[in-house]
């Protein structure tokens, strides 16, 4: 049986490459995937805690699913964002995208 403070670690590295992923890039959709990297860690986490604690019920795994639908619908609403972006503006660099601003 594999320990809890594995998936732990994985789970942090997991974090660490997405949070990487969503300071240091520039393009938009690199900062969407860098997001999907951290709520997958999340939901490694979720797992994880739930095997170790309370298998016999089903806590965790409800908010794995949870965080699933979630994050399916970030990706949606990001993506439909970024291509009506791409349409108006020719680019989906982060640092161009300024249609709030005055």
Do not use: C, H
């Amino acid at each position: 049986m594999i320990p809890l403070s594995w998936y732990l670690i994985f789970a942090a590295a997991l974090f660490s490459i997405g949070l990487y992923g969503v300071l240091a890039r520039k393009n938009a959709i690199a900062i969407l995937m860098g997001i999907e990297l951290m709520l997958n860690a999340i939901n490694v986490n979720l797992v994880a805690f739930w095997r170790y604690r309370t298998p016999e019920m089903l806590g965790g795994q409800v908010f794995a699913v949870i965080v699933f639908a979630v994050a399916a619908a970030e990706v949606a609403v990001g993506l439909a964002l970024f291509i009506s972006l791409y349409r108006r503006r020719n680019t989906i660099a982060a640092d161009e995208i300024d249609l709030m601003k005055w």
